[in-house]
């Protein structure tokens, strides 16, 4: 091979490199631009359960933000997890990127068979300083500084619908999830959360009201199915 091929055969190769490196930057500054808005601004959430029919059926799939975290009245909000499995320091390594690059969807340290370990959307309907009871499985709030109780309903800043199911005469009242109980005051950071489906799905009526460090952000729109596709803010 001749000196001219050879230095153009080393150019050739240098160019290749270059354009390779280019690309395989560019698409790891992509990649990190990506997870940095799905984990900073917005990122997807899977409805695997039926605790907020109908407004969000199961497996729908909602956008969340992590940048609302001082819900209103009505707010539907991704509570953190209750509890962590048991894991060691690679793992909790592990997880955190796994968590970052997969823009929030896989968790390492959750399991769907094991309660309080998974994230939950629910709908934030007291909030601290209110009074409330339950009736029928429909909530009564008296806010801080009034004298009435009024609905959930009357009192939210978005309309929503419920599912619920009203006891039959000799129901065991200890079977499933309350629909009644007494008058009670929230303390300073306490919220109280519920599931739209009132009858069979937990929320602050078996874990009590929770404080604001438990949201991860505050839902804002349903985008599928395309049916049930609705704003949530």
Same mark, same amino acid.
């Given at each position: 091979?001749?000196?001219?091929?050879?230095?153009?055969?080393?150019?050739?190769?240098?160019?290749?490199?270059?354009?390779?490196?280019?690309?395989?930057?560019?698409?790891?500054?992509?990649?990190?631009?990506?997870?940095?808005?799905?984990?900073?601004?917005?990122?997807?959430?899977?409805?695997?359960?039926?605790?907020?029919?109908?407004?969000?059926?199961?497996?729908?799939?909602?956008?969340?933000?992590?940048?609302?975290?001082?819900?209103? *009245?009505?707010?539907?909000?991704?509570?953190?997890?209750?509890?962590?499995?048991?894991?060691?320091?690679?793992?909790?390594?592990?997880?955190?990127?796994?968590?970052?690059?997969?823009?929030?969807?896989?968790?390492?340290?959750?399991?769907?068979?094991?309660?309080?370990?998974?994230?939950?959307?629910?709908?934030?309907?007291?909030?601290? =300083?209110?009074?409330?009871?339950?009736?029928?499985?429909?909530?009564?709030?008296?806010?801080? /500084?009034? *004298?009435?109780?009024?609905?959930?309903?009357?009192?939210?800043?978005?309309?929503?619908?419920?599912?619920?199911?009203?006891?039959?005469?000799?129901?065991?009242?200890?079977?499933?999830?309350? =629909?009644?109980?007494?008058?009670?005051?929230?303390?300073?950071?306490?919220?109280?959360?519920?599931?739209?489906?009132?009858?069979?799905?937990?929320?602050?009526?078996?874990?009590?009201?929770?404080?604001?460090?438990?949201? /991860?952000?505050?839902?804002?729109?349903?985008?599928?199915?395309?049916?049930?596709?609705? /704003?949530?803010?």
């Amino acid at each position: 091979m001749n000196r001219q091929a050879l230095e153009y055969s080393y150019t050739l190769r240098k160019q290749i490199k270059n354009r390779n490196i280019k690309i395989i930057l560019s698409f790891t500054i992509a990649i990190i631009f990506i997870a940095i808005v799905t984990n900073i601004v917005l990122f997807p959430v899977r409805q695997n359960a039926d605790s907020m029919n109908p407004d969000i059926p199961e497996k729908g799939l909602v956008f969340v933000t992590p940048l609302l975290k001082n819900p209103h *009245r009505g707010d539907i909000v991704l509570l953190e997890q209750r509890t962590n499995l048991n894991s060691n320091v690679f793992k909790k390594i592990a997880n955190a990127f796994v968590y970052f690059f997969t823009a929030r969807q896989i968790n390492l340290t959750s399991d769907p068979e094991i309660p309080g370990t998974n994230k939950q959307l629910r709908r934030v309907v007291a909030l601290p =300083g209110d009074t409330l009871y339950m009736k029928d499985y429909k909530l009564y709030v008296r806010p801080q /500084g009034n *004298r009435h109780f009024l609905t959930e309903f009357e009192l939210s800043d978005h309309t929503y619908n419920i599912t619920f199911c009203k006891s039959v005469p000799g129901w065991d009242e200890s079977i499933g999830v309350t =629909g009644d109980f007494e008058e009670f005051t929230l303390g300073d950071d306490e919220y109280f959360v519920l599931s739209d489906n009132r009858f069979s799905s937990t929320d602050s009526r078996i874990w009590g009201p929770v404080s604001q460090k438990r949201f /991860g952000g505050t839902a804002l729109l349903c985008y599928w199915p395309f049916k049930s596709f609705k /704003g949530l803010k």
